[in-house]
């Protein structure tokens, strides 16, 4: 393949004309695999074509190499190869191509050859539309997972500031339910709790909408979001919740994109994205809002309330489950808000049971979801579990918004489940009679008193939790055997578990895709810092490294090596844990006689776990990367430090690896569930990145012996 010439040489000191300079943008959601694989392939594509690449990395240990002002303005093109908004304002005036990091890895050459005859970025300019191929997520998929990454840290730190406000300075008062003393310190933390409520719904918004329209549409997401949110501008006292906030982030991000379509003077295009979009957008929004879509809200919602009143001396059990149903639907949306002031009303008349049905619903849906992430862990990420335990407790203080998180992540699995589990709760405080004097709901009201029946109010808490819990599991574990089944060999593992090493790393695999969320799973490496962020996700077989690359870097680490024992990935990997002939012929034995191999260091204190932790990891995705290599991995308290094997196998064990190949190199890596630390991804990082190389790969399955094969491996690091 030739490429296009380009604009003129932009300098050259005598009068030799300047190589083609381009620039690239690697990032996925999660995880350091794919943002360095495809960063090394397209280093490799460049440098093989005489071309100067410099290539910036968002990974989950944060930016490097990052591009400067001076890169950009020397740059012929620029090739953003990301399953996350990245952005492309610091691009203006430059050739942009955008594709999916799975086409950074898969196709670099046709990359390069593109992206001089990609359109040009505008300031303010929406993002440029993705290249085809490739398996992506939808941007509206990829726009909704945005926007939760954003919410998270808001849901967690104001529910868990009003749950302590709560505990520690909250009593019950008949008159004005849980109460915390005016002017007293707790009410202080509470009200800062409230803040971190009262944005969470905005910000989600925002960010939809920003995922979609770039920074133009920031502004109205999130004034949309506080209008549907609120709802005091058309008339409702619930507002239009965590939905009605989905609902206009979308709104927003649609409706900056059409605006910027519409042909302006060039005078005014640079005051476009930061003067006029923010304001036609928000401006059309709030209106269109308040006027078409907040008058039917607060109809519906008004009547809805005439009806629940209407059956008040029907079926405590009906009542109960229709309550829990409204309660958990959109919980502390408008149909959650319509079911609660219905019950917080009724305290007023004397009748306390219809509260004791909404009181017992109301913790179902953050109590089940945090259950749920710890009954099955690998379907779940790192940030999701620990989003996990936040929602434990905000649900045994009757924050019902601690839920929503996992909702909006997948509303199709945790609604439902939701729901049920809600009707449950409900219909078993009817049934019993459970009463509630205070407008409150969950464990704590119970505890201060103001539950009458307190026996059945938990029995009736447990049994929905527990419903709520075990149905999601089913659900979301159906929903990912059946993307894994559409997506075919290690395509995916489900609606929030695409970025994984096993299920898109394979270089070369038509399987190379990768999603806009966290990946799940108990195996692989620490966790770090970022918003939709997974341990997971960062594992092994994530650098690819260009063959000139590693030829010049082969001799100097050989010599560094001389005379010296020199650490492969920081002593993690030694001569103890080599193995020239692997002997299993299958996955399931392989990994057993991995762990076996890793056992020999004496840091395996449970090999059982150990292999069972691998192979939940497996059941999500295949760890195979293709090229022959597979790196199982684990993250468990099964072994007491990081400690990394390698084998070889004569005839390959099939690992369903995207490419078809066996796998011939089978590295294992095991690290406990307290390992952190940006190192360790970097080493992690620098073992793909050797493995990437061909060579690399054929003098490590000639070598003859474990003392051999270590000194290969010693060039990793």
């Known amino acids: 393949m030739t490429i296009p010439a380009g604009p003129p040489p932009t300098g050259g000191g005598d009068g030799e004309q300047q190589r083609l300079r381009l620039l690239a943008v690697t990032a996925c959601p999660t995880g350091i695999a794919h943002t360095y694989m495809a960063a090394e392939k397209l280093a490799q594509a460049a440098e093989s074509r005489g071309i100067d690449m410099k290539v910036e990395t968002q990974g989950s240990i944060g930016a490097e190499n990052v591009l400067d002002d001076n890169d950009v303005k020397h740059a012929d093109g620029v090739i953003v190869a990301a399953d996350k908004d990245v952005d492309l304002s610091r691009f203006a005036g430059k050739r942009v191509l955008t594709v999916g990091v799975a086409e950074g890895i898969r196709h670099p050459e046709q990359l390069i050859e593109r992206v001089m005859s990609a359109p040009v970025h505008t300031p303010g300019g929406a993002p440029t539309a993705p290249a085809s191929g490739g398996k992506e997520r939808s941007v509206g998929y990829k726009a909704l997972m945005n926007g939760v990454s954003y919410m998270i840290p808001f849901v967690v730190v104001g529910g868990l500031l009003i749950a302590i406000s709560l505990s520690l300075g909250g009593h019950t008062d008949p008159s004005g339910g849980l109460v915390i003393p005016k002017d007293s310190f707790w009410m202080d933390i509470n009200n800062i709790g409230v ?30 979001g506080w209008i549907a949110n609120t709802g005091e501008l058309y008339d409702s006292k619930a507002g239009a919740g965590f939905i009605g906030a989905i609902v206009t982030g979308f709104l927003a991000g649609y409706l900056v994109l059409w605006i910027k379509k519409v042909p302006v003077p060039k005078f005014a295009r640079p005051i476009m994205p930061i003067i006029v979009i923010p304001i036609v957008a928000t401006t059309a929004l709030g209106m269109f809002f308040i006027y078409v879509i907040g008058k039917p809200i607060s109809w519906v919602f008004e009547n809805l309330t005439d009806w629940l009143s209407g059956m008040t001396g029907t079926s405590a059990i009906l009542l109960g489950a229709i309550l829990g149903l409204m309660i958990a639907f959109d919980m502390g949306g408008p149909v959650n808000k319509t079911a609660f002031l219905f019950g917080a009303g009724l305290i007023a008349t004397g009748n306390q049971t219809v509260m004791g049905m909404c009181a017992a619903a109301i913790p179902v849906m953050p109590l089940g979801q945090g259950l749920a992430t710890l009954i099955r862990k690998r379907l779940y990420t790192e ?42 709760a409900g219909a078993i405080a009817g049934l019993a009679g459970v009463e509630d004097a205070v407008p409150h709901g969950g464990p704590i009201v119970a505890v201060l008193g103001a539950v009458s029946g307190v026996p059945m109010f938990f029995v009736a808490v447990v049994i929905g939790s527990a419903v709520t819990a075990l149905t999601t599991v089913a659900l979301v574990d159906l929903a990912e055997r059946r993307r894994r089944g559409e997506a075919g060999l290690a395509l995916g593992v489900g609606a929030r578990e695409a970025v994984l090493v096993g299920a898109g790393v394979g270089a070369t695999g038509a399987g190379a895709g990768t999603g806009a969320s966290g990946s799940a799973g108990v195996g692989g490496v620490p966790k770090q810092a970022g918003p939709a962020e997974s341990a997971d996700a960062a594992v092994p077989g994530d650098r690819a490294d260009g063959a000139d690359t590693a ?44 762990a076996e191999l890793l056992g020999r260091t004496g840091k395996v204190v449970d090999p059982e776990e150990l292999v069972a932790t691998a192979l939940r990891r497996e059941a999500q995705g295949t760890t195979g ?77 000639a070598a003859p012996d474990e003392s051999a094969v270590l000194g290969v491996l010693r060039e990793v690091g």
């Open 625 to 701: 990367l293709g090229e022959e290599i597979a790196i199982p991995h684990a993250k468990t308290d099964a072994v007491s430090a990081p400690v990394v094997g390698f084998a070889r196998s004569a005839e390959g064990v099939e690992w369903d690896s995207p490419d078809g190949t066996k796998a011939r190199l089978v590295f294992m890596i095991a690290v406990p569930e307290a390992a952190a630390g940006d190192e360790h991804l970097r080493i992690l990082a620098l073992l793909s990145r050797k493995l990437m190389n061909a060579e690399f790969r054929e003098r490590l399955l």
């Open 551 to 594: 030829k010049e870097a082969e001799s100097a680490d050989v010599a560094e090596g001389d005379g010296d024992s020199g650490d492969v990935l920081s002593g993690y990997l030694t001569e103890q844990t080599v193995k020239v002939r692997l002997g299993a012929a299958a996955k399931e034995a392989a990994i057993r006689e991995m």
């Open 383 to 424: 940030q999701e579990r620990e989003t996990g335990l936040a929602s434990l407790f905000m649900g045994c203080f009757g924050i019902s918004e601690g839920a929503i998180p996992f909702a909006a992540a997948r509303p199709a699995q945790v609604i439902p489940a939701n729901m049920l589990g809600g009707a449950v």
């Open 195 to 224: 803040i971190g409520f009262t944005l969470m719904v905005p910000i989600l918004s925002g960010y939809i909408a920003y995922a979609i329209g770039d920074r133009p549409a920031l502004v109205p997401g999130m004034v949309g």
